[in-house]
């Protein structure tokens, strides 16, 4: 008897021992995750990670991204916010602990691993950093080379949870599973199987045809028969199959084998392709009735009775089949390890605008233009500042609240310090009106305002709103046009003469409107947005003029002046502001991979990232600073 078959004997066992998990904890989890969830896994464990997005499925829950480690470490920003589920039978391969570090590393808010080894290092760390760890106990028995103990404890684990968070504990789930493996891994079902293999070559193709709903069943046959190095196999659904999948089964029919997994929905295309299958392909079907959470388990270990049946016709114990030196050694790497530590939040985040944008500098590595960025900021000699107002100094969402006392208190300490501060801001005298609010008196008059995009630059002292107003021509030739066109509600339209202010909610998509605005002749004018609003600006004024007018103001040189802004994207209306080393985005980016970073990732924006920023400059002498990265790294 092969060792793989003395496991199959004693599952019975484990999955009766695993019943005994106390229900509650994995039944809360798996109830208040109702919406889009990420569940993480390889090799064994994504057998596992196909059945949790079963039970997901069943108990009526949002999608669920079913995804290995890499691709979760290289792909997961799109997991922000969400639950996700990291499974490991033993809990200690290098895989599944870089992708924890990485999903502890976004902050997510439902973090829950699910494991066999309390002592392991993954449910060790996720006890450490208060994620939730499921314990699925099959005692002191081990798996060989392919999971088999640990499996079915962790699918015994799922099916009474989820059980219990359908309220129907009373139906003893457990029980009726341990029965089922009497029946389907019983001799009479394994002779059967070992019947149907006789004669599998490990040069034939076996054909996994399957009902989607039973891919954990089909997973489990694709993963084991390629772990083991039984057989070529081929999984896929069967209406998929029929988009080509076919063609290597047509030419070569001596050398293929079908399994189908059908359910009562689709027997009826299993018939129709078996039925039209050249007449010496050889055929097996395994039926999982409903495709419930029950019959789904079952079908997984069917699975592992096929590949038993496989392992005996080709001589090979699937759980001792031989591994190489260099797959032990791929298996040890700790590769994925490293990109996660090598991929920090900035570089994160950057990578994510350069796909966004899909920039021309898409191919080059943004790594090394991080690096030279930072080293250009540990050297750069600061004296000067320019800061965005809205979503820089304040929030978008609380762009009518006074600027924080803490941020309020540290710009007055800087400037204390010799920092010369400007602001450019799209907003006109409502701005102005905050800053001297937030600012003592005494530094108005060494404050430049930037007002309306650039379009007016006056002193902080300076109160606009009291200033006579001359229209610019052609911002009045661009009302009259969206008054005739309607383009945009006419009551939402905010004139400040030297430029027109739209909500974002009332404007069109920006790129349409950017080719109509053209289209109509308004060549001498643009547009930018904000985190809020859309603005139709001359096209000859900008933010970059705040920048000009500090440098000729305190005569230091543009290099020694920090750029720091919210919409950092080509549309926005600090895109050519940032376009600088010295820029810093402190919210929305662009592609450009060597101006406006972030010098954090994307939970810190905004005034909490301008707070950091400004904590981390150090005072050389009078009026010039040097950016302290390490502080910058380490406060909180």
Known sequence: MSVFSEKLDHLQATVARAAGLNPELLAKALDEARGFATVIGSGGSAVTCS??????????QGPTWVTTPAEFVLTGETAHGQPIWL????????????????ARAMGAPNLHVLTSRAESPLALRAAAAGASVHLADCGAEKDGFLATHTLAAALTALLIGADAAAGGAASDPAARLGAALGEVLGQEARAQLREAF?????????????????????????????????????????????????????????KVLVLALTSSETRPMWAEIADRLPPGIRRLELDGGGCGRLE?????????????????????????????????????????SEVVARLSPPLRAKRLAVHRYDAEHA?????????????????????????DYDGTLVTTEDREAPISPALSDLLQARMAQGLR????????????????????????????????????LRSLDIDIREEAKTPAPSIARALTWLGETGTVPADSIKNSFVQLTIPRAQAPDIATFDAALRAAGHTDLRLVQSGHTVDICLASTCKTVVVDALVERWGFAERHILRVGDSGGPQGNDHALLASEMG???????????????????????????????????????????????ALDAID
């Open 51 to 60: 059945y949790l997005a079963a039970c997901r499925r069943t108990l009526g």
């Open 296 to 336: 789904t388990a079952i079908s997984v270990f069917s699975a592992l009775g096929v590949v038993e049946a496989m392992g005996e016709a080709l001589g090979v114990d699937p759980a001792r089949p031989g591994v190489s030196d260099f797959g032990r050694a791929l298996f040890e790497s700790t590769s994925l």
């Open 87 to 102: 499974l490991s039978g033993s809990g200690d391969n290098s895989d599944i602990l870089a992708a924890f570090e990485r």
């Open 363 to 387: 191919a080059r590595d943004l790594s090394e233009a991080h690096t030279q960025v930072r080293a250009r900021w540990a050297d750069a000699q600061v004296s000067g500042i320019v800061l």
């Open 198 to 254: 006789d004669g599998l070559s490990s040069d034939d193709v076996l054909f996994v045809l399957h009902d989607p709903r039973l891919a954990p069943a089909a997973i489990a046959l694709e993963t084991s028969a390629w772990e083991a190095g039984l057989c070529p196999v081929q999984r896929v659904d069967f209406r998929n199959f029929a988009h080509g999948r076919h063609v290597w089964a047509g030419r070569m029919p001596e």
């Open 421 to 456: 501060v400007a602001i450019a801001t799209g907003r006109g005298g409502s701005a102005g009106e905050r800053l001297r609010e937030a600012l003592p008196s005494e530094t108005h008059g060494d404050i430049l305002v930037g007002y309306y995009n650039g379009a007016l």
């Open 584 to 630: 810093i985005s402190v919210g929305e980016l662009c592609g450009r991979p060597f101006h406006g970073w972030p010098m954090f990732g994307a939970p810190v924006t905004g005034p909490d990232a301008v707070l950091r920023l400004l904590k981390a400059l150090r005072a050389q002498t009078e009026g010039w600073f040097q950016i302290d990265l390490d």
